[in-house]
């Protein structure tokens, strides 16, 4: 993996940001290209970009920041930002908010590194076996980046060109024809990609983690385009699993660990290292912004947090207290190496710092106030990233994602098959799962969407859930206790994008 790292880090350290931008050099000569190695390090921006995703301030925040499962409040002098999460929190965002713009350069800036590598590869006449298998390698990352659009996004423009003319300012397309142009790349994609499972695809777009994808796609076409294609999700979920290449880690912290390259289960990884990604950029930050500016001293980290994002306090309380995942949370007491107890250090100076699990307010939440994200190895973290790598999807959601889609196919009532899934995730969480298992008649949509919240808390994933079990809009949780419209369910074109193209249309309710 350290391997994989550096040589991303030393072809992946700018990010083509401008949709026309001038190639100065267009000389691709025969000589180059030849090999694995040459292909993958001319490939390494595109994968450089894909860490932009982990993003709080992003793609990472969007997707979590407004859901049942974590709110940032404001803190004292801390985290008002104009408003911009509160009203994250309480689905009053506009299309101004700069979050918003971050997330969608994430889709196009990676997009856009995979149209220049294509463009560059592409004038070469002879090809070799490595490069055209790394050419559709990237278009199965930019389709990954659309998906990631339509979801967010909606209707937005696909660009699959690098060699645009000046003035290019291409206009929506329909939510339809962006899943039709993602799903067509991954589908294209399979027949070439590797299907190795070892440190040579570690962190790849492989063909396990494209039928990953496209199983997310399918689960989600009906909210995307009107038309259900759960059989099509199915199949997808099959060739992983009867793959027999992939397993549930015994352990489940296991696969947020440091050096959790080892997982059996995590499927579609972006990978991390405290010493060689250290562009802004491309950090996984997320011990900065949960943990208590003091919290460096419980896991020897090199700078202490920002005391930011903490789990939402209803979500928190749906576990059970028997629930391992619960763990993925900090709250009471917190404690330096040494044992001795921390303390806060802003408007509650002296006093011992304990997380609780409720908030004041999200307009004056105090130091110590919800419950933090440590479901990531922050241990030793230095250089304002970690080391984890980061699970895009991992085999338990494979399993989550078939049950699902068997008991939407039997009119949202639990099979025999869908419950032996999902058990077989949930008694991991367990001690003693005796009592803790569900049946055909406990197993139920409202329980799988609670279940797929525990398992894949700060993961990313809570949004796109709620809004497949049409519960974002009209769900309840702390600071949200009424109905949205609909349209809430994607996010406005950001207002700076808008004002840069004029062929641009605004979603519906913005």
């Known amino acids: 993996?350290?391997?994989?790292?550096?040589?991303?880090?030393?072809?992946?350290?700018?990010?083509?940001?401008?949709?026309?931008?001038?190639?100065?050099?267009?000389?691709?000569?025969?000589?180059?290209?030849?090999?694995?190695?040459?292909?993958?390090?001319?490939?390494?921006?595109?994968?450089?970009?894909?860490?932009?995703?982990?993003?709080?301030?992003?793609?990472?925040?969007?997707?979590?920041?407004?859901?049942?499962?974590?709110?940032?409040?404001?803190?004292?002098?801390?985290?008002?930002?104009?408003?911009?999460?509160?009203?994250?929190?309480?689905?009053?965002?506009?299309?101004?908010?700069?979050?918003?713009?971050?997330?969608?350069?994430?889709?196009?800036?990676?997009?856009?590194?995979?149209?220049?590598?294509?463009?560059?590869?592409?004038?070469?006449?002879?090809?070799?076996?490595?490069?055209?298998?790394?050419?559709?390698?990237?278009?199965?990352?930019?389709?990954?980046?659309?998906?990631?659009?339509?979801?967010?996004?909606?209707?937005?423009?696909?660009?699959?060109?690098?060699?645009?003319?000046?003035?290019?300012?291409?206009?929506?397309?329909?939510?339809?024809?962006?899943?039709?142009?993602?799903?067509?790349?991954?589908?294209?994609?399979?027949?070439?990609?590797?299907?190795?499972?070892?440190?040579?695809?570690?962190?790849?777009?492989?063909?396990?983690?494209?039928?990953?994808?496209?199983?997310?796609?399918?689960?989600?076409?009906?909210?995307?385009?009107?038309?259900?294609?759960?059989?099509?999700?199915?199949?997808?979920?099959?060739?992983?699993?009867?793959?027999?290449?992939?397993?549930?880690?015994?352990?489940?912290?296991?696969?947020?660990?440091?050096?959790?390259?080892?997982?059996?289960e995590n499927i579609f990884v972006i990978p991390f290292d405290d010493v060689y990604t250290t562009s802004w950029d491309y950090m996984n930050q997320f011990q900065y912004w949960t943990l208590h500016f003091n919290s460096n001293k419980t896991f020897n980290m090199e700078a202490g947090g920002w005391n930011g994002f903490c789990a939402m306090p209803s979500f928190y309380r749906s576990y059970d207290e028997t629930d391992v995942r619960r763990n993925a949370w900090l709250v009471g007491p917190q404690y330096a190496l040494t044992g001795e107890q921390l303390v806060c250090n802003q408007e509650l100076a002296g006093k011992p710092l304990s997380f609780s699990i409720d908030l004041t307010s999200l307009e004056g939440s105090f130091e110590d106030e919800g419950a933090r994200l440590a479901k990531y190895d922050y241990t030793g973290a230095k250089n304002y990233t970690v080391s984890c790598d980061y699970a895009v999807i991992r085999y338990a959601d494979v399993l989550l994602m078939k049950a699902e889609a068997l008991m939407r196919k039997n009119g949202g009532n639990a099979t025999a098959e869908a419950v032996e899934l999902v058990n077989e995730v949930r008694s991991r969480a367990f001690d003693d799962p005796s009592g803790k298992l569900y049946t055909t008649a406990t197993l139920t949509m409202d329980a799988l969407l609670a279940e797929r919240g525990w398992e894949f808390a700060g993961e990313g994933w809570r949004r796109n859930d709620q809004v497949r079990f049409d519960k974002f809009t009209k769900g309840r949780w702390t600071f949200k206790d009424s109905d949205d419209p609909d349209t809430r369910n994607i996010f406005p074109i950001p207002q700076s994008q808008m004002n840069a193209n004029p062929n641009l249309t605004q979603n519906a309710g913005y």
């Open 1 to 264: 993996m350290k391997k994989l790292i550096i040589l991303f880090a030393l072809f992946g350290l700018w990010s083509c940001t401008n949709l026309d931008e001038e190639v100065y050099d267009t000389i691709v000569t025969e000589e180059f290209y030849q090999t694995d190695k040459q292909v993958l390090a001319a490939a390494g921006p595109a994968y450089n970009e894909l860490r932009r995703f982990v993003q709080v301030y992003g793609t990472w925040g969007v997707n979590s920041l407004c859901t049942d499962e974590a709110v940032l409040p404001t803190r004292g002098i801390h985290w008002d930002n104009g408003g911009m999460y509160r009203r994250m929190a309480l689905h009053t965002w506009t299309s101004e908010m700069d979050l918003f713009n971050s997330a969608w350069r994430s889709v196009y800036n990676t997009a856009s590194n995979c149209n220049r590598i294509l463009y560059q590869f592409d004038l070469i006449e002879n090809k070799s076996d490595a490069l055209i298998s790394i050419m559709d390698e990237l278009r199965a990352i930019r389709a990954f980046a659309y998906f990631m659009g339509l979801d967010q996004f909606g209707n937005i423009p696909i660009v699959d060109q690098f060699d645009v003319p000046e003035g290019y300012a291409p206009a929506n397309n329909t939510r339809q024809e962006v899943f039709d142009f993602a799903k067509t790349d991954l589908e294209n994609s399979l027949d070439v990609l590797s299907k190795k499972t070892d440190m040579t695809s570690y962190g790849r777009m492989h063909y396990y983690a494209a039928q990953a994808i496209l199983a997310k796609l399918y689960l989600n076409a009906e909210v995307y385009t009107g038309t259900s294609m759960l059989d099509e999700c199915i199949s997808a979920c099959d060739a992983i699993i009867s793959s027999d290449n992939y397993s549930l880690a015994s352990e489940y912290f296991s696969n947020f660990a440091i050096e959790n390259q080892g997982s059996p």
